[in-house]
């Protein structure tokens, strides 16, 4: 369902180069560069990387780096051949100030990235679905070190996008999706 979601999200297709942002062990990126010419992943984990390495790498179709996702869209090498951008389940653990930061970036650095897929955001209103009767910490919404991250509305991210430069269109998981109930996609194009 998730693989759906993105090809379908990013009209990803045989041409285009993916570039994908907080790429973890690589399992999901390895599904998605197959769908294209491939791609890279960038995760900071050195023992996410090191396991997408012995699994996945297959240079030039298929490559991942260590490194912090802002600081490497601060400097990319080769931005200019990446057509679609992905940061799937990752955006919310990335700090206020930075993750504004980060879509300034992906809007200046990679000219030829016509959508950027930010998928599995959870969302702000829902909050009491995710939780139910469990008591929630005070201001957990805005922790980027929690479990779930930073929380926010559909709004609130749509209008962060906006201050960036980028048009949001919200997308939601098929019911069956574990998360649906409480979590949402964004799909940014220029
Ligand atoms: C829940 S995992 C998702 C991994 C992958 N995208 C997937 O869907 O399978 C979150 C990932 O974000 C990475 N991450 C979080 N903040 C990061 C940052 N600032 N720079 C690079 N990686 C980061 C973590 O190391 C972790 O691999």
């Known amino acids: 369902m998730i693989v759906d979601a993105v090809v379908s999200g990013l009209a990803l297709d045989s041409d285009d180069t993916l570039l994908d942002l907080c790429c973890g062990n690589g399992a999901l990126s390895t599904l998605l560069f197959s769908r294209c010419r491939g791609g890279l992943g960038v995760d900071f984990s050195e023992a996410l990387i090191s396991i997408a390495n012995s699994y996945f790498e297959s240079p030039p179709e298929q490559a991942y780096i260590l490194q912090d996702v802002v600081m490497f869209c601060e400097n990319p090498t080769t931005p200019d ?46 909050m009491s679905r995710f939780y139910g009767d469990q008591p929630v910490e005070r201001g957990i919404e805005n922790d980027p070190a929690s479990p779930i991250g930073i929380w926010r509305t559909e709004k609130e991210f749509v209008e962060m996008a906006e201050r960036c430069g980028w048009q ?6 098929p019911e069956k999706y574990y998360a649906a109930h409480y979590r949402y996609d964004v799909i940014l194009s220029r």
């Not at 650095?109 to 959870?122: K, L, M, Q, T």
């Not at 949001?168 to 998981?173: L, V």
């Open 81 to 126: 051949k990446f057509t679609k951008i992905l940061c799937y389940g990752s955006f919310p653990f990335i700090e206020h100030d930075r993750s504004e930061l980060l879509l300034r970036l992906l809007k200046d650095n990679f000219a030829n990235a016509e959508n950027v897929f930010i998928g599995n955001c959870p969302d702000k209103e829902q």
């Open 168 to 173: 949001a269109e919200i997308h939601k998981m």
